[in-house]
C-alpha cells in the first residue's frame, strides 16, 4: 500500500539525505523529481565550499549525468612515468577523461537538485538521530523524514549513528592547485608510478579547467609506520619536467579515499548509505565520482519507489546494485604492498603490465600506446 502522503508537514520530509556533493546532490534530484519531499543538509558553508577531490571524470560519468562542458577540459590520454622517469603515453579511440572546475560542478548540482524542487540546507551538520514510528528525527534540527540517505562520504557520520558499515581502508589524498602552466602537456593525465614518493597509489599533474592540479596519494601500510603523502618531494623530483616546485599553491585539497570495497551493512530500517559512505570507489584507481553519480541516483529511484509504491525495501535493492569489487579489492591489497622501485623499472611497460595499466584506465577499448597523431602499435619510451 502507498504510504501517506506527509507534504503538507513542513518540517516532515519524506527523504533526507545527508551530504550535498556528488552522490547526495544526484539522489535528491532524482527522487524531487519523482514527486518527494526532499531536504539535503551538508555541514559546509556553500556548495562549492571545501572540495577535497581531484575532480577527474571517466568519460562514463557523463553518461551518468550530463555535466555541461563549459565545466570541463577533455583530456585524451594518459602519460605513465615509471620511477626510472621512462614513459608510455595511453590512448583508446574515442575515449577521454575530464578535468572539471569542481567546486562549479557542485554549485551546478546543488541548483539542479533545487530547481527539481529540492531544499538545501548549509552549514547543517548532522550529528545524531533516533527512529520512531517510522520517522527519523535529526536530533538539532527541526526535520525529520521518512527515510535518510547518508551520502557524507568516507568518514560518515550517518553509518556512525545507525551502526552500519564503515570504511577501513584508505588512500590518502594532497593536492594543490597552481595558475595554468604551459610545461604541463594538455594532452595526458600525467601519472607517476613510484613506490618511494607514493607508495601503493601514484603521484599526478593534471591540466585542470584552468590551473594545473599536482597532488600525490598514498595507501595505509599494512606494515609499519602510518604512510603520509611527501607532495614536498614530488614537486621536487618533478620540477625539471613541470616547474611547479616555486610555484605559488592557489589551493590545496585533500581527504581519505576508501579502498576497501563495499561496507557491511549497507543500510537499516529507513536508512542506506551510498557513494564513498557505502564504499563505492574503485579500489584500485580511487575513482568515486561516476559511481556516485550511478549509484546515487539509483538510490533516489528506489527510496522514491519504496515511499510511494510500496516498492522493495531500498537497502535490499541497492545491496543487489551496488558492485562488489571482488577482483579489484585483492588487486588493492597487493599494490599497497608498494613493490620496489626496481621491480616497478624492470616491469611496468612489459606486455602484461601494460595490459594490467590498459585495464584499469580504459577497461577494453583498443588502447593504443605511442604518439596520438600518429598511432603506432609501439611503445613510445623516452626519457623525462
Ligand atoms: C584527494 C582526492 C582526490 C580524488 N580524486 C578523484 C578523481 O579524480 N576522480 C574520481 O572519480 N574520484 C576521486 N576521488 C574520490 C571522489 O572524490 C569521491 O569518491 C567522491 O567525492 C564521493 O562523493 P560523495 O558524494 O559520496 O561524497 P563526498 O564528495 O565526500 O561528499 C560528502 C559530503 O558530505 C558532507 N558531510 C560530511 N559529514 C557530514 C555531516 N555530519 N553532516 C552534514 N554533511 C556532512 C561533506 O561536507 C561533503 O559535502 C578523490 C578523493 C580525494 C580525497
Redesign the pocket.
Known sequence: MPETNLQDQPNIYDLVV?????????AARTAAHRGLKVAV????TE?G??V???????KE?IDECDIPSSLTRKIPGVRLYAPNKKHVDLFAPGYYFLATDTPAI?RWLAREASRAGADLFFG????DATLTDDLVHLHGMDIAARYILG????????AKVFGLGRNTEF?????TEYEETPTVDPDFLHCFIDSALAPGYLGWV?PGVSMTQA?V?VSNSMLGAPRKPDLSTFLKRTDPHFALWNCEPLRK??????CGGLVSPLSTHRVLL?????G???PL????????FQY?RKAGAAIANYLQDGGADPGAVMAREYPSFGMKTWMRRLWSAAPPNAVLNATLFTPPMLALAKWIYFQKRGVKTGPRKNRQPKLNHSLV
Open positions: 545527508v551530504g550535498a556533493s556528488f552522490a547526495g546532490l544526484i543538509i551538508d555541514a559546509k556548495p565550499a571545501r577535497r577531490t581531484t575532480g577527474i571524470l571517466v560519468a557542485m547543517t551538520r548532522f550529528e551520502a557524507d562520504g568516507a568518514k560518515s557520520r550517518v588512500l590518502i589524498g594532497l593536492e593534471v597532488g596519494a585539497r585533500s581527504g581519505p579515499i576508501p551510498t557513494g564513498d559512505a557505502a563505492l570507489v574503485s584507481t580511487g575513482g568515486g565520482i561516476r559511481l556516485a546515487g
